[in-house]
């Protein structure tokens, strides 16, 4: 559980709104000198979907065969990804008249109120360093993330909140982002919020399947002469890890694995990106471990967590139970208790 103190910091600075281009990766290669702004891709056919090895079923009560992992696979992609993806936003900065790519978002609803969660080290820099926030949205516009208040998990103690590497020692590394109303509607439809309903307080399940999407800084290309950036998603399956753990991680909550190469929806053999950028990613849980694949159904779907780390010598994502964002909202927003308690116990 967390410390009984959270950090609690307001922002609201406005920004004026560059353009943003949403197209498929070579397009936005070619008219990258051309025009300015973002290029937001999330063509899904470009994503990386990592193999989630045959052992994860043995333990079913009816395992399903490789080619029937397979398929039911394939299909949990294609319903579910442009939902998933839909509410899975890029942050940028603006730096050197241009936009900067700077972690990744999930854009959530809960009762009236809209909120963004994300990894508190990606949230720092609104609440604490004073660095306003976009996105893209609808029409190719690049809109400002106009932020009421920011809470996150406590500030470690012996640091400062200023310090660049205080959140090496936060075990949580979450937080919450309240939107303006006017940034909320000017998001929809290009995005989506999600509900309670799809949220899920529990940890990690071996036996379940993971899907994590994001924004890696090695999938962003930046072009100087044009102002323009190139962003480009990642999306992939993965599994719970179950092997050693780094000396910080004794206690975390979610440990994914992330090899250096692994497979992609054609099996064939890929180089995986650094996943730096992608801090501040939903992880999703796409299966009710205690079913029968055969069983499955989109809303078996739910936000377990978000990513907030990557153990490079270990090969894992560390995440934090996505229970946390809702023990924030509650705690800071009491009015919103009762609808939460009836369908999202914490």
Known sequence: ???????????????????????SPQSARRQASTESGVLLSHDLDQASFLHVEFRLMQSAIHPPTPEEFQAIRQRMISECAPEIVRCTIPFYGWVNDQ??????????????????????????????????????????????????????SPVPVGYRPEESDMRNDDPWDIGIAELTPDTAS?????????????????????????????YPFQLTENDALALATETCLLSYVTAIHEGDRHSRDQKAEILLEYPLENMDSNENSVHVPRPEGMSGCGIWRLNDPSQPLYLWRPSDVKLVGIEHRWRKHHRYLVGTSVRHAVQLILKHYPELRRPTDLVYPV
Do not use: C
Request: aromatic share 12%; glycine share 10%; charged share 15%.
């Open 1 to 23: 559980m967390f410390q009984p103190d959270y950090q609690h910091t307001r922002y609201g600075q406005g920004l004026k709104s560059p353009w943003l281009t949403r197209k």
């Open 99 to 152: 936009p900067v790519q700077n972690g990744t978002g999930v854009l959530f609803r809960l009762g009236d109120v809209h909120f963004v969660i994300a990894a508190a080290h990606v949230l720092d820099y609104p609440a604490i360093h004073n660095i306003p926030y976009m996105t893209g949205g609808e029409g190719g516009k690049l809109i400002p993330l106009l932020i009421k208040k920011v809470v996150t």
């Open 186 to 214: 000017q998001l929809t439809p290009f995005w989506r919020f999600a509900q309670l309903r799809e949220l899920e307080p529990g940890t990690d399940a071996p036996q379940a399947i993971y899907y994590v999407v994001g």
